[in-house]
């Protein structure tokens, strides 16, 4: 049969998976911690316990594949990182979300460094595309809530302006390749996860995959251009849905509205994507980069600017007292739901 339709509702909890101890103490004991701290599963509920996520490993649509983790860290080629697998195939670079230290493929500023030190490198070498992907069944979730909290009640202003530049420098890693990027999304893409979607040149996705950017329900202001390009491809009023609101877009949804270019059963996707990503990789370099410079060129300048000033804005509101407070309260409701 068709696979699970997305979870209705306006918010994914999938950020809140890896809370704190100072959010977790006030409403749980010992015990309870390791089960709040359970993978969410694709589908967008979370706080399962082992001996359910076992039962729905089992189930066609939802296999937990510890192995594939470690198949492709086995495979690696290329310098080895710790929360990104890269992995130099024949005309292309394969750099893949794996994160260890974090759940869902969160990112936060030691991730983003790794994608922007492995994005110079493909830049650098004979590459003539990236492929983009994850592993497991989240495509990335965005910025991690728990990590902003725990920095950010050490030394607000520093700590502030340390993660906003590694956002801007990650985004800016995005705007400035020259060189095609393809994203594969398996699942979830939220947040910032999402927001960089639009700054890549081909998307593809499995009928699994939904998109989502709460940042208003997060206490977060727009990031990744998301505030200039989301406006530009999905229109003025869904692309507030989506910042103000947090509405879910399904893979034909998206694909619909133009976020994403193409649609795969989720049976086939890696196949199909590599059939096309290979197909891509024999064409001539030349002609790719330059037809992408001729695509992106004109936008350049304002998503750099975009770029500087959402960051801004979240250094700002980082540095406030009321936006920490909105953090912290966001966390102790998703606790204590």
Known sequence: ???????????????????????????????????????????????LH?????????????????????NVRQNESNCRFRDI???????????????????????????????????????ADDSKLLLFSSVGTVFCSGLEPSYLMGRLTTDRRKESSRIADAVRDFVSAFIHFKKP???????PALGLGASILPLCDVVWASEKAWFQTPCAALHLTPS?????????????????????????????????????????WPTTFNQEVMLRVKEMASCSA?????????????VMSVLEDVNEKECQMLKQLWCSTKGLEALYSYLHKSCDK
């Open 1 to 47: 049969g068709p696979p699970p339709a997305p979870p209705t509702g306006t918010l994914s909890l999938l950020h809140c998976v890896n809370l704190c101890p100072l959010v977790l103490s006030p409403f749980l004991g010992p015990a309870d911690t390791p089960l709040l701290l359970g993978s969410a599963l694709a589908n967008g509920k979370l706080h």
């Open 50 to 70: 082992s001996s359910i996520k076992r039962k729905l490993a089992e189930e066609k649509g939802y296999v937990f594949d510890k192995r594939l983790r470690h």
């Open 85 to 123: 697998v890269v992995r130099k195939e024949e005309g292309f670079t394969h750099v893949l979300l794996s994160t260890q230290t974090t759940e869902n493929n969160a990112l936060t500023p030691e991730i983003m460094k790794e994608v922007c030190r492995a994005l110079g490198n493909a830049a």
């Open 181 to 187: 990027i393809v994203v594969a999304i398996n699942g």
């Open 224 to 264: 990744g251009c998301s505030s200039y390009m989301f406006p530009q491809i999905l229109g003025v009023a869904l692309a507030n849905e989506m910042l103000f609101c947090g509405r879910k877009l399904t893979a034909q949804e998206a694909c619909s509205r133009g976020l994403v270019s193409q649609v795969f």
């Open 286 to 298: 030349v002609v790719l980069e330059e037809s992408k410079y001729l695509v992106r060129s004109i």
